[in-house]
C-alpha cells in the first residue's frame, strides 16, 4: 500500500488536520506567518499527524480531539526541524533550500521557538493532563537527543548503544508520543495505550535507521537532501560505526578522519566501504526488525481498516526511498 493509499483511509482528518494547521499558524507579526507556513508547507511526509489519526481510529476515535493533536505533532516535529538545520548548518531539506539558508539562522531559531509554544498553547485546549504530560516529557527528550547528537558529532569512538539512545530520544521518541496520544484520546484500555507506544517507538527507530542508510545510497533528487550530509556534518550514523567495527586499518583510518574532520571529501570511497562491509545491509537489517516489532505491538488492537493503516505505515518506513 502506497504511503497516498494510507492517507486515503482518514482523508477527510488528513484534510481537516491542514485546516487547523493554516489557523493556528497564524500570527500577528508577518515573519513568523512566511517562516512558519515556508517550512511547514514544504512537501514533508506528514508520517507523525498520520500517525496520531490512525491510532485514534484504531482506538474507535469518534470525536475531533485527534485532529488538533495531530497538528501539534506536526508543530513539534517543524519545530525541531527548524531548530535542527540551523544546528546541523543544513541548507537543502525536501528538495528545497532550509529556512535558515532563506531567512537566516536568528529568524528561524525564533520561528521554532514560536512553533513550541503555539504547540503547547494547543495541548490546554486538548484538556488532557495525561498528553500534556506525554508531549513535555516527549519534547524534552527531543531536546537531550539534540545535545547528546551534539556530544557525539565528530566521534569516531561512538558505540551502537550511544547511537540507538540519540535516535530514539530525538527521533523515536515522538513517534512514539503520538500513537499513544491516540489511544488517550480514545480512552482505550492500559493494554492498548502501552502496545502503541511500543508500536510509535519501534516505527520511529526503522524510520531513523533507514533516514540514515539513505544519506548513502539515496537518489537525491528524490531524497530532497545532498547525499553524505550526515558525513558532512561528522555523525557517526549506524552504517559508519558498523564500518569501523569491520573494516580494515586503511578503510577504519579513512572513516575515522572524516567523521573527526566533517566533510565529503572522499564521500565516494567511504560510501563503497560502507556498502562493502555490510554497513548498509546491517542497518537495514535492524530497520526490518523494528519493523516487525511495531507490526508484532498492534496484535492486541481489534481489527479494522484503521489497524491495517498502522500495519502498512511500518512497512512503508522500510521501503521508502526517500
Keep these: 500500500m502506497t504511503i497516498e493509499k494510507i492517507r486515503g483511509l482518514i482523508s477527510g482528518d488528513f484534510e481537516a488536520v491542514d485546516d487547523v494547521i493554516r489557523a493556528r499558524l497564524h ?89 513550541y509554544s503555539r504547540a503547547f498553547q494547543m495541548m490546554v485546549t486538548l484538556d488532557r493532563m495525561p498528553i500534556m504530560k506525554i508531549l513535555a516529557d516527549a519534547t524534552n527528550a527531543i531536546a537531550e537527543g539534540e545535545v547528546l547528537q551534539l556530544m557525539t558529532a565528530h566521534d569516531p569512538s561512538t558505540t551502537e548503544e550511544r547511537y540507538f539512545d540519540v535516535i530514539h530520544r530525538k527521533t523515536a521518541r515522538l513517534f512514539e508520543a503520538g500513537a499513544q496520544i491516540g489511544a488517550v484520546l480514545s480512552d482505550a484500555p492500559q493494554e492498548i495505550e502501552c502496545a502503541l507506544a511500543r508500536y510509535g517507538k519501534h516505527i520511529g527507530t526503522a524510520f531513523q535507521l533507514v533516514d540514515d542508510t539513505l544519506d548513502y545510497q539515496g537518489d537525491e533528487t528524490q531524497w530532497g537532501k545532498h547525499l553524505g550530509d550526515d558525513l558532512a556534518e561528522g555523525k557517526p550514523t549506524l552504517p559508519l560505526i558498523h564500518a569501523l567495527q569491520h573494516g580494515s586499518g586503511e578503510q577504519r583510518t579513512m572513516i575515522e578522519q572524516a567523521i573527526e574532520q566533517g566533510g565529503i571529501g572522499r564521500l565516494d570511497e567511504i560510501t563503497r566501504a560502507v556498502a562493502s562491509l555490510g554497513g548498509l545491509a546491517y542497518t537495514a537489517r535492524l530497520a526490518q526488525n523494528e519493523a516487525d516489532q511495531a507490526l508484532a505491538a498492534l496484535s492486541p488492537l481489534a481489527e479494522s481498516a484503521f489497524k491495517d493503516g498502522l500495519s502498512e505505515l511500518a512497512r512503508f518506513a522500510v521501503a521508502r526511498k526517500n
Design 27 to 115: 500570527s500577528q507579526i508577518a515573519l513568523v506567518d512566511q517562516v512558519a507556513n515556508y517550512i511547514v508547507h514544504s512537501g514533508g511526509k506528514r508520517l507523525r499527524p498520520l500517525l496520531v489519526l490512525l491510532a485514534a481510529r484504531a482506538c474507535g476515535h469518534a470525536g475531533a480531539r485527534h485532529i488538533e493533536a495531530a497538528a501539534i505533532i506536526e508543530f513539534i516535529h517543524t519545530a525541531t526541524l527548524l531548530h535542527d538545520d540551523v544546528v546541523d548548518g543544513s541548507s537543502l531539506r525536501r528538495g528545497r533550500q532550509t529556512a535558515n539558508e532563506v531567512f537566516g539562522n536568528a529568524t528561524s531559531v525564533l520561528v521554532g521557538d514560536f512553533l
